[in-house]
């Protein structure tokens, strides 16, 4: 399968449990370790554990090997790397703390309207 139907996936998946704000940077130009970065934030730990598990859900049901998570139930960050898709889910104060978006501000966004629910 390829980066960009994986990153759908991801996407779809956290948009399912309302993760807030989903932003996919194509890091591919800049960055060897990945093609995409899905970044998202949710507004409780429970939340975070939700969207957490549903795209460790849909990925095993699309066969998508997983190849670590960073992060655990307490987490206020947890990083789930697909290889060539790696997804960053926050809670908000730590989203806003991190700002992944400016660290990689030379990667284009990718438009996703498509993807998620308004």
């Given at each position: ?19 807030n ?11 060897i370790?990945?093609d ?15 969207i957490?598990?549903?795209?460790l859900?849909k ?10 998570v960073?992060g ?6 947890v990083?789930?790397?697909?290889h ?10 730590k ?18 309207s498509?993807?998620?629910?308004e």
């Open positions: 399968m390829d980066s960009k139907k994986m990153m759908e996936i991801a996407v779809k998946a956290a948009d399912e449990k309302h993760a704000d989903i932003k996919v940077l194509n890091i591919s130009e800049v960055s370790m990945a995409y970065f899905v970044i998202m934030d949710a507004s409780s730990q429970r939340q975070v554990d939700a957490v598990q549903s795209v859900d990925a095993g049901e699309n066969d998508i090997e997983v190849g670590h960073e655990n139930r307490n987490s206020e960050w990083l789930i790397d697909l060539d898709v790696v997804i960053h889910v926050f809670t908000s104060e989203r806003d703390f991190y700002n992944l978006e400016k660290l990689w501000s030379d990667a284009p966004e990718v438009d996703i498509g993807l998620v629910t």
